[in-house]
């Protein structure tokens, strides 16, 4: 009975160190894929728009990855003034099928900058 309890004891340690599916992880904000999904995201909102500044995301695993990223975005107007705005994004990808979609953004239009 002893050896059963010993092996259940490392099978669930086993399993409390893997990520579980569908749960939301934090992002490396400097990787270099979180970095490019960013600048694509940016451009997709609109061409005048430029990713100033990554601050945090999650990913989470489904068919595909849902990220939700929240992100400091400039958007550049020609004769205006460049604008920052702090904005939560949520983007849908499929890297192996070339996928990519925009779930939802908002952008706050406050009068105070964001942090920076």
Known sequence: MNAFAII???ELVAIAGCQLVG???DVDVNDKDIQRLAKVT???????????KLI???EQVVNGRLYSLEL???????GSKN??????VIVYEI??????????F???FANKEPVS
């Open 95 to 104: 890297k192996s099928e070339g996928y990519l979609e925009i779930e939802e």
């Open 72 to 78: 400091v975005m400039q958007r550049k107007i020609k």
């Open 8 to 10: 259940l004891f490392f």
């Open 83 to 88: 604008i920052k705005r702090r904005c939560n």
């Open 106 to 108: 908002h952008c706050y």
């Open 23 to 25: 749960t939301p992880e």
């Open 56 to 58: 945090s995301g999650t």
């Open 42 to 52: 940016a451009k997709t909102i609109g061409k005048e728009y430029e990713l100033w």
